[in-house]
Protein backbone atom coordinates (compact mmCIF):
# COMPACT_ATOMS: atom_id res chain seq x y z
CA UNK A 1 0.00 0.00 0.00
CA UNK A 2 1.31 3.27 -1.05
CA UNK A 3 1.63 6.72 0.91
CA UNK A 4 -1.57 8.06 -1.05
CA UNK A 5 -3.33 4.80 -0.22
CA UNK A 6 -3.10 5.00 3.23
CA UNK A 7 -3.96 8.77 3.66
CA UNK A 8 -7.39 8.21 1.73
CA UNK A 9 -7.94 5.55 4.55
CA UNK A 10 -6.55 7.98 7.16
CA UNK A 11 -9.29 10.49 6.07
CA UNK A 12 -12.12 9.06 7.37
CA UNK A 13 -10.73 7.82 10.54
CA UNK A 14 -11.48 9.50 13.61
CA UNK A 15 -7.82 8.98 14.77
CA UNK A 16 -6.24 11.55 11.99
CA UNK A 17 -4.47 14.69 12.84
CA UNK A 18 -3.78 17.58 10.89
CA UNK A 19 -0.40 18.68 10.80
CA UNK A 20 0.83 21.83 8.13
CA UNK A 21 3.77 21.16 8.42
CA UNK A 22 3.86 17.00 8.02
CA UNK A 23 0.22 16.45 6.65
CA UNK A 24 -1.97 14.17 7.73
CA UNK A 25 -0.89 12.56 10.86
CA UNK A 26 -2.11 9.81 13.28
CA UNK A 27 -3.25 11.22 16.91
CA UNK A 28 -2.26 7.80 18.69
CA UNK A 29 1.28 8.07 17.17
CA UNK A 30 1.77 11.41 16.32
CA UNK A 31 3.53 10.07 12.54
CA UNK A 32 2.46 9.75 9.31
CA UNK A 33 0.50 6.72 8.55
CA UNK A 34 2.96 3.87 8.06
CA UNK A 35 0.93 0.72 8.05
CA UNK A 36 0.98 -2.29 5.64
CA UNK A 37 -2.49 -3.67 4.90
CA UNK A 38 -4.85 -2.31 7.54
CA UNK A 39 -4.50 -0.35 10.51
CA UNK A 40 -5.47 -2.00 13.57
CA UNK A 41 -6.78 1.27 15.54
CA UNK A 42 -8.73 2.54 12.65
CA UNK A 43 -12.38 3.72 13.49
CA UNK A 44 -14.49 4.77 11.05
CA UNK A 45 -15.75 8.60 11.08
CA UNK A 46 -18.78 8.44 9.50
CA UNK A 47 -19.89 12.11 9.66
CA UNK A 48 -16.19 12.68 8.34
CA UNK A 49 -16.73 10.47 5.32
CA UNK A 50 -20.01 12.16 4.51
CA UNK A 51 -18.98 15.37 4.39
CA UNK A 52 -16.27 13.98 2.30
CA UNK A 53 -18.58 12.18 -0.22
CA UNK A 54 -21.10 15.43 -0.25
CA UNK A 55 -17.97 17.76 -0.88
CA UNK A 56 -17.12 15.57 -4.17
CA UNK A 57 -20.42 15.60 -5.41
CA UNK A 58 -20.43 19.33 -5.06
CA UNK A 59 -17.05 19.82 -6.69
CA UNK A 60 -18.62 17.56 -9.73
CA UNK A 61 -21.26 20.28 -9.93
CA UNK A 62 -19.28 23.34 -9.88
CA UNK A 63 -16.84 21.73 -12.47
CA UNK A 64 -19.89 21.17 -14.50
CA UNK A 65 -19.22 17.57 -15.29
CA UNK A 66 -22.89 16.27 -14.07
CA UNK A 67 -24.40 19.24 -15.63
CA UNK A 68 -27.20 18.46 -17.70
CA UNK A 69 -27.57 21.27 -20.15
CA UNK A 70 -25.40 20.78 -23.21
CA UNK A 71 -24.60 22.05 -26.51
CA UNK A 72 -27.03 20.41 -28.10
CA UNK A 73 -30.02 21.18 -25.29
CA UNK A 74 -29.01 25.02 -25.91
CA UNK A 75 -28.83 24.51 -29.99
CA UNK A 76 -32.25 23.20 -29.76
CA UNK A 77 -33.52 25.87 -27.71
CA UNK A 78 -32.59 28.53 -29.83
CA UNK A 79 -33.65 26.97 -32.80
CA UNK A 80 -36.97 26.33 -31.51
CA UNK A 81 -37.05 30.03 -30.21
CA UNK A 82 -36.21 30.74 -34.10
CA UNK A 83 -39.12 28.69 -35.30
CA UNK A 84 -41.80 30.28 -33.13
CA UNK A 85 -40.79 34.15 -33.92
CA UNK A 86 -41.33 32.97 -37.45
CA UNK A 87 -44.53 31.73 -36.91
CA UNK A 88 -45.30 34.51 -35.21
CA UNK A 89 -44.16 37.34 -37.89
CA UNK A 90 -45.64 34.79 -40.62
CA UNK A 91 -49.47 35.02 -38.97
CA UNK A 92 -48.70 38.86 -38.24
CA UNK A 93 -47.63 39.12 -41.90
CA UNK A 94 -51.02 37.08 -42.93
CA UNK A 95 -53.36 39.31 -40.83
CA UNK A 96 -53.22 42.41 -42.38
Same mark, same amino acid.
Given at each position: ???? +?????? !?? /???? =?? &???????????? +?????? !?? /???? =?? &???????????? +???????????????????????????V?????????L??
Amino acid at each position: MNHE +ERVSYC !KV /CIHR =KM &DFQQGLLCSLTN +EKPNFD !KF /CSDF =KR &DIASEKRQKERK +EESKWANGSNSKVTFKTVLYAILLIFVVIRLLIKIFTLSQ
